[in-house]
T-cell receptor, first 112, second 117 residues
């Protein structure tokens, strides 16, 4: 039973660039949530997708956008990258929006 | 607004000692969930437990136990006879139950646990 997978594992970008991170949910899960974890801090909720719609959003600017595909996989896009966007980006999946979230290994993004 | 406080930034213990990680939460909702996750150096958050606000029974799973007290808004986690493999960052998290809006986890800052042999 495959768990949550994310790609790429590491990424280096420069300020102003755009980045796309990808997530495949755990088998049987239909809901995907994204979190940003800065070094030494707890994860911060970005948004949650269910039925291909954004259901809830945290306090992140519009530079952060996402998408969910019919196979339940998801992408996180960040435009106009800032140095402060450097973080570990975690994807979590669940069987429905209210159920326990299981996390993937994350994508480490470094913005130079 | 929801808030989770983990006052212990870092704890160091010697193997086989018992250790308790504290978690205090704030919410105005009557229906909510509490969680503990473990984050080893690899970075992946590992789910440990979920407890709903109507179930105050303590839970034990092997060497792990959890004490939920609504009166003090606390959800503490105890590891009995700690082992080196327990070394990790532990996060307490809270979510509201809002059917139409999904499930947003609010995390504490985490507690670094170092278990020395």
């Amino acid at each position: 039973d495959a768990g949550v997978t994310q790609s790429p594992t590491h990424l280096i970008k420069t300020r102003g660039q755009q980045v796309t991170l990808r997530c495949s949910p755990k088998s049987g899960h239909d809901t995907v949530s994204w979190y940003q974890q800065a070094l030494g801090q707890g994860p911060q909720f970005i948004f949650q997708y269910y039925e291909e719609e954004e259901r809830q959003r945290g306090n992140f600017p519009d530079r952060f956008s996402g998408h969910q595909f019919p196979n339940y996989s998801s992408e996180l896009n960040v435009n106009a990258l800032l140095l402060g966007d450097s973080a570990l980006y975690l994807c979590a999946s669940s069987w429905g929006p209210q159920e326990t979230q299981y996390f993937g290994p994350g994508t480490r993004l470094l913005v130079l | 607004a929801q808030k989770v406080t983990q006052a212990q930034t870092e704890i160091s213990v010697v193997e086989k000692e018992d250790v308790t990680l504290d978690c205090v939460y704030e919410t105005r909702d009557t229906t909510y969930y509490l969680f503990w996750y473990k984050q080893p150096p690899s970075g992946e958050l590992v789910f440990l437990i979920r407890r709903n606000s109507f179930d105050e029974q303590n839970e034990i799973s092997g060497r792990y136990s959890w004490n939920f007290q609504k009166s003090t808004s606390s959800f503490n986690f105890t590891i009995t006879a700690s082992q080196v493999v327990d070394s990790a960052v532990y996060f307490c998290a809270l979510s509201e139950y809002i059917m139409e809006y999904g499930n947003k986890l609010v995390f504490g800052a985490g507690t670094i646990l170092r278990v020395k042999s």
